[in-house]
């Protein structure tokens, strides 16, 4: 089985400060791991993924997450926000066993002060 | 290339009422999966369907099921419906089974009255 944890439902952040939204995860086989936003009364876009190459993931919109094993986690961040980041961030996990079907964590809505 | 569209957007039904989601999967792709977004929490995994059949089901009763047409188009079907399936459904699509990106349409909300 498994499952995703998302520490913190709200982050507020102001503008031009960095961004980090956190995730932690559990799987019995290697684990492929996604970022998805969400923007008001719209579906998910990817925003990056993590499937067992580089460690480092860049994503769209300045966005990175950086796969940590010992650790399991797959935490999101940006270096400066911007207004426009300002959605609900989900953290999504699979495997080959699972079929590639996404088991999600409960989101964090990210706030951005002006 | 078109992407994954949803249908209707929005629609209200009456609690015991049946209810029918639709989806174009995005050109290529012969997998749809169909999640359930209650208000305030992530996407839960409904079932998923490849090439016509049903490969996978999440914790959901029977009074929902499914189709894949030839198309790859997909239906998404409620029996039954009861206030607590108020929510907003997803359809996601993907080339094949081991690929992993999966491509996400812009729902439909579904409110049960």
């Known amino acids: 089985a498994q499952s995703v944890t998302q520490l913190g439902s709200h982050v507020s952040v102001s503008e031009g400060a960095l961004v980090l939204l956190r995730c932690n995860y559990s799987?019995?086989?290697?684990?492929?791991l996604f970022w998805y936003v969400q923007y008001p009364n719209q579906g998910l876009q990817l925003l990056l993924k993590?499937?067992?190459?580089?460690?480092l993931v860049k994503g769209i919109n300045g966005f990175e997450a950086e796969f940590k094993k010992s650790e399991t986690s797959f935490h999101l961040t940006k270096p400066s926000a911007h207004m426009s980041d300002a959605a609900e961030y989900f953290c999504a996990v699979t495997t080959n066993n699972a079929g590639n079907m996404l088991t999600f964590g409960g989101g964090t809505r990210l706030m951005v002060k002006p | 290339e078109t992407g994954v569209t949803q249908s209707p957007t929005h629609l209200i039904k009456t609690r015991g009422q049946q209810v029918t989601l639709r989806c174009s999967s995005q050109s290529g792709h012969n997998t749809v999966s169909w999640y359930q977004q209650a208000l305030g929490q992530g996407p839960q995994f409904i079932f998923q369907y490849y090439r016509e059949e049903e490969n996978g089901r999440g914790n959901f009763p029977p009074r929902f099921s499914g189709l894949q047409f030839p198309n790859y188009s997909s239906e998404l079907n409620v029996n039954a419906l009861e206030l607590d399936d108020s929510a907003l459904y997803l359809c996601a699509s993907r080339a094949g089974t081991q690929n992993t990106e999966a491509f996400f349409g812009q729902g439909t909300r579904l409110t049960v009255v």
């Open positions: 799987s019995s086989v290697p684990p492929y």
């Open positions: 993590y499937t067992s190459a580089a460690t």
